[in-house]
């Protein structure tokens, strides 16, 4: 179980973007030796140029687009809607077995 999953709010803490806040579209293991582990890609965070060709059998035109790159999932942390900023998360089992997170700092549940 990982502490950020697809769809939770996270505000990133490092890096030019320090202090935005999206919604994680996707996460992406990478396995490569210098940039192995778990990355996400959050929404309106790290826009990157990609210059990207036309395809006519697609009716796609080409051009300079701007997309989300990945970054990595120390540099995000979640955002806890009571208190507005980035929280530690933690896991703990309910009273019916379930394994859930929660935010260290008030105790609250992110997912029931």
Known sequence: MNKIKTGD????TT??????????LRLVKKTNKALSG???VVEGVKL???HVKANP???KPGGIISKEAALH???????N?????????????LADGKK???????NEVVDV
């Open 38 to 40: 778990l990355w996400a």
């Open 81 to 93: 809607p009571v208190t507005g900023k980035a929280d530690k998360v933690g896991f703990k089992l």
């Open 73 to 79: 999932v120390s540099n995000i942390a979640l955002l």
């Open 57 to 59: 059998q697609a009716n």
């Open 48 to 50: 990157v140029k990609k």
């Open 100 to 106: 859930v997170r929660y935010f260290k700092s008030n």
């Open 9 to 12: 709010n996270v505000i990133v």
């Open 15 to 24: 890096g030019k973007d320090a202090g935005s806040t999206g919604k994680v």
